[in-house]
């Protein structure tokens, strides 16, 4: 006799992006790869109108792309997971800038039985990756794109380390603390390599260490700080940063 195998369950969802083609592809994906039932799309960015979905479907997951993280943003998607605290939550950020970093960590440790995702949407460039990440954000998981890691580090009290580098080095750093090479950096960046370089040159410079005769030791010096600047906040709060290279 032979044992079938339990039937996955099914993630309802329901998406609201400002690209139409980025919804019917996702649309055209999820049927073909994921147990995941769309519930409805909508090409937008009123997150009013959100709401009114998700009080008529009440799907498991909403996917939604922002431009930025405006405070009016943020609290109109606290209100809805206040009402609806079982839902998960992927967001898709266009831009993040230095003056987001409160909004993003007022997001991350929003208390919910719903998960999270959030990624920089020039970032998670293979649709099919995010069938794996709406399914994880439907089990309660809280997954954070390595991109947008300095921006939750950046600006908090205390981290005197991160306070001597730019929003681009602190996310270059966090890219070479997980092991990038510099041609791994350019191309999760979309810069040149010689760029790559040349922010490594004033990132050693800040630290006083010398890239001409050490740089690997230079290297393992700059991820040892960053990681140690970073531990508190790893320790507090429980979270998956994935590494946007795997989606490219």
């Given amino acids: 006799m032979i044992e079938q195998k339990p039937a996955q369950k099914m993630t309802t969802l329901y998406i609201m992006v400002d690209n139409e083609l980025y919804i019917n592809l996702c ?9 995941i039932e ?7 960015r009123d997150v009013g109108i959100l709401k009114q979905a998700v009080s008529r479907l009440h799907p498991d997951v909403v996917l939604l792309s922002v431009r930025d993280l405006k405070k009016v943003t943020i609290e109109e998607i606290e209100q809805i997971r206040e009402e609806y605290p079982n839902l998960g939550l992927v967001l898709l950020i266009e831009v993040c800038n230095s003056q987001d ?16 995702a ?12 995010l069938c794996t990440i709406v399914s994880a954000v439907s089990q309660g998981q809280l997954i954070i794109d390595t991109s947008l890691a300095p921006y939750l580090f950046a600006g908090k009290p205390g981290y005197s380390f991160l306070k001597k580098f ?17 041609a791994a950096i350019a191309a999760t960046l979309c810069i040149d390599v010689n ?30 700080l960053y990681l140690e600047a970073t531990g ?17």
């Fill in 27 to 35: 649309i055209a994906v999820f049927k073909l790869k994921a147990p």
């Fill in 38 to 44: 769309i519930l409805g799309a909508l090409s937008g």
């Fill in 101 to 116: 970093n409160e909004q993003l960590r007022r997001l991350a440790m929003t208390k919910s039985k719903g998960g999270t």
């Fill in 118 to 129: 959030f990624f920089l949407k020039r970032r998670l460039v293979k649709i099919e990756r």
């Fill in 166 to 182: 730019s929003l681009m080095e602190l996310e270059l750093i966090s890219l070479l603390a997980n092991g990038y090479t510099n």
């Fill in 195 to 224: 760029v790559v370089e040349q922010q490594l040159n004033n990132i050693y410079s800040k630290l006083n260490l010398d890239n001409e005769t050490a740089d690997e030791y230079s290297r393992v010096n700059v991820a040892k």
């Fill in 232 to 248: 508190n906040l790893h320790r507090k709060v429980e979270m998956s940063f994935h590494n946007p290279v795997n989606y490219i």
